[in-house]
């Protein structure tokens, strides 16, 4: 690997930081590797506010690599005040997807009809207080139709177009920030809050992004490249969060 030259992998973890830039004292709560890698390069960067905690109940202080335990602990977080984070909409989850629609609504619970399914995956779990009470973003380590699909077999996590027909109660703080892909960033600022493209990963084509999504995804003539790791933060990513390079594992070259 070239010192100078970001891998897709480190472009990835530099999108998924960017997710929870400006977001001020709340919790990250990064699922993934590379999400893991970008909450801990947002804290060491830009965001130095940002709580982490050490995947069980403890509140850390420092910036441990990924796999090494925290040295300094700065708070206790039990379920119930975990739980109290998420309905004040002080927290802002990044979390996967079997697949994602259009309008940002997740399945994690199912493939095929719910009544006899053809898989089995995780079950709805938390994700419709996650996606209703606090920030949630979404990490694809790989973009393809099968995952980016026009309509969701199950709705786990709640997207715009179901938040707006339940009404205020549901929008009041629903908000989906960004999509991060090995491909691109994809956001839902558009008038109709359906999915478009944020920013292309440097080598990647519109064509490309188009024939990996199962529906029309807007993607405007002069989308931006996602930007590049500076030559510090690739230091910190190699060198201080990930120096086994377990990024690697998650997105392909």
């Known amino acids: 690997m070239s010192a100078g030259r970001a891998e897709r992998a480190e472009v990835c973890v530099v999108a998924c930081a960017e997710a929870w830039r400006g977001d001020g004292e709340v919790l990250a709560a990064p699922m993934g590797v590379v999400p893991s890698i970008g909450a801990r390069l947002a804290r060491l960067t830009f965001a130095p506010d940002l709580l982490l905690t050490d995947g069980e109940a403890l509140l850390v202080a420092d910036v441990p690599a990924l796999g090494a335990r925290a040295r300094t602990v700065e708070g206790w977080l039990p379920y119930r005040r975990h739980l109290a984070l998420v309905a004040g909409g002080r927290r802002h989850v990044m979390m996967g997807a079997a697949q994602l629609d259009r309008h940002g609504n997740q399945n994690i619970s199912c493939i095929g009809d719910w009544r006899r399914p053809s898989r089995q995956l995780l079950g709805v779990r938390g994700a419709p207080a996650n996606t209703l009470n606090n920030p949630t973003s979404y990490w694809i380590p790989r973009h393809s139709p099968r995952v980016l699909v026009e309509k969701v077999d199950m709705v786990s996590g709640v997207g715009y ?83 086994d390079g377990l990024r690697a594992r998650e997105v392909r070259g």
């Open 161 to 243: 177009d179901r938040a707006a027909a339940a009404g205020p109660s549901a929008t009041r703080f629903h908000r989906i920030p960004r999509v991060v892909t090995d491909l691109a960033v994809l956001d839902f600022e558009t008038p109709d809050r359906t999915m478009r493209v944020r920013s292309l990963h440097p080598g990647v084509t519109a064509a490309e992004v188009r024939a990996a999504t199962g529906f029309p995804l807007e993607l405007p003539g002069d989308v931006p490249r996602t930007r590049l790791p500076t030559p510090e933060e690739l230091r910190l990513i190699r060198e201080v969060i990930d120096p």
